[in-house]
């Protein structure tokens, strides 16, 4: 089971409302649950009671999905410490050995001749190491298959298996589209192994954005009870159609708290149709790293808060690039689409066909343009995770000395023009152009942003700057304008970012 942390609160209410008859003048503002103004969506006649007969029609498809998976695991306790190699080990040397585990999951059969759907967390690798050897999948009835894996999507976290079977019990999709919230739902699943347990709840949210970014981050929400084991299986809505699968929850306890995420039917059968054909899934890329547009983001640039997607770097050679994307714009509008938090960016881009050409509206020093991108292809994970790896800031790394600082802008920070000799010790390219931080107010917003010594601020506001009277200057014509933060572009090692900065001075 994946999880997504964060904090949340829900309060359910419920109860009768007696009727009463007020006097109003015609044509009069009513409340929006007046009596007699949602009779038309009060439970239908025949509403369940019991949901008992429609599971038992829709149980025999939901499967339990398990895997047994191959891990290496290094022997050695001191492995990866300053101790390794320093104490003696007893038998096979501390050689790497090959361990067992075995995984757990839920998945639903989606055609009489065998065709499974299950999240591909369930059938992939946990641990780093690890190899998927067998993949079982056992009905209701307890009849046991082994299952071939026909594609598996990462990133919408789908995956599609084949077992081999005739007249299989099976269920079809329905149109997650026509969902509201309040409508009731059934979740079926194995979770914490016990089979075909169900659960029944309301759909929380439409189109819930949890923040994960990419092409699939839309999720129905539900109260419906979602654990360890759920993941895969199927939500079902009263007509008995699958218009999610259960896939995450969001929980500061590991267990469910009421705040489970499926997959909308809508957003995962484009995408199961195209895996059950073999073929690989192609997004939309246009090879920038983006931030979001916060309020202290927005005021020092001064735009609307929420309101498009900055962007921090744009990779040589890529769509954005090509386009003459530069780094510091703010695309606020993908074709017709506004870009904002329910509409992000890497949602709105992901979503089209590589080759497409579409117009990008952005906010360039505070002037609307208008630039046309021919979306590229979008690299697999893997690959994204690696060109990443390496490039984080390390907050434990004070590497370099720099001279004393030649002037202090009101920021909280003092700075020095960075030379050839400071790039090479802070690690930075010696061609970088900028001022690099030598001392940090402690008690200031810049060190509260985690700006430290050795950091390179290469701009203010978009402008380049290489000295600390550079800085001043942007400085005062902000606090001039009525603004309280300026936007600094700050390089550690060879990864950077926007950070919003309070004028303290």
Do not use: C
């Not at 916060?294 to 962007?311: C, F, S």
């Not at 744009?314 to 530069?326: L, N, Q, R, S, Y």
């Not at 690696?386 to 003092?414: H, M, Q, R, W, Y």
Request: no cysteine.
């Amino acid at each position: 089971m994946r999880y997504a942390y964060a904090l949340a609160t829900a309060l359910l209410l419920g109860g009768t409302a007696a009727t009463m008859t007020l006097n109003q003048p015609a044509g009069a503002q009513t409340a929006q649950n007046e009596p007699g103004a949602i009779d038309a969506a009060a439970p239908k006649a025949g509403a369940p009671m019991s949901f008992a007969d429609m599971v038992a029609k829709l149980q025999p498809a939901v499967v339990n999905i398990s895997t047994t998976q191959r891990v290496t695991v290094n022997s050695n306790p001191f492995a990866g410490t300053p101790f390794e190699g320093l104490v003696p080990q007893q038998g096979g040397g501390g050689q790497p050995v090959t361990r067992q585990a075995e995984s757990l999951g839920s998945g639903f059969i989606i055609s009489a001749d065998g065709y499974v759907v299950t999240n591909n967390h369930v059938i992939s690798a946990g641990a780093k190491g690890a190899v998927v050897e067998t993949i079982t999948v056992i009905l209701s009835d307890r009849r046991e298959y082994k299952a071939k894996l026909i594609g598996r999507d990462p990133q919408s976290d789908l995956a599609v298996l084949k077992i081999e079977g005739v007249n299989l019990p099976f269920v079809r999709f329905g149109d997650s589209a026509k969902s509201r919230v309040g409508d009731w739902v059934v979740a079926i699943g194995n979770p914490f192994g016990l089979g075909g347990s169900v659960t029944a709840g309301i759909i929380s949210a439409v189109h819930r954005v949890t923040g994960q970014g990419g092409a699939y981050d839309r999720f129905i929400q539900t109260d419906a009870s979602i654990n360890r084991g759920n993941s895969g299986g199927p939500m079902f809505d009263l007509a008995g159609n699958v218009i999610g699968i259960n896939s995450q929850i969001l929980s500061p306890t590991g267990a469910n708290v009421g705040i489970g995420f499926a997959i909308p039917a809508e957003e995962a059968k484009p995408v199961i149709d195209t895996l059950m054909t073999g073929v690989a899934i192609k997004r939309g890329y246009l090879g920038v790293v983006m931030q979001d547009v916060t309020g202290d983001i927005a005021d020092a640039l001064g735009i609307p808060k929420d309101r498009g997607t900055l962007i921090s770097r744009v990779e040589p050679g890529e769509a954005a690039d090509k386009a003459g994307i530069k780094q510091g714009d703010v695309i606020v509008k993908v074709g017709a689409s506004e870009v904002n938090p329910d509409q992000t960016l890497s949602y709105l881009v992901a979503n089209l066909k590589p080759g497409t050409r579409v117009p990008l509206e952005l906010v360039r020093d505070g002037k609307r343009q208008t630039v046309t991108v021919t979306v590229g292809t979008r690299p697999s994970e893997e690959v994204l995770a690696a060109n990443a790896s390496g490039k984080g800031f390390d907050p434990n790394d004070e590497s370099g000395t720099a001279p004393e600082a030649l002037a202090a802008a009101s920021l909280g920070v003092a700075v020095t023009p960075l030379t050839p000799q400071i790039a090479q010790n802070i690690g930075v390219d010696p061609k970088s152009q900028g001022a690099v931080i030598v001392t940090v107010d402690p008690s200031s917003d810049a060190a509260g942003k985690g700006l430290r010594r050795g950091d390179v601020i290469v701009s203010v506001n978009r402008t380049p700057v290489a000295s600390g009277a550079d800085i001043a200057k942007i400085v005062t014509a902000s606090k001039t304008a009525g603004r309280a933060q300026v936007l600094l572009y700050v390089q550690r090692r060879d990864f950077g970012t926007f950070i919003p900065v309070e004028i303290t001075g």
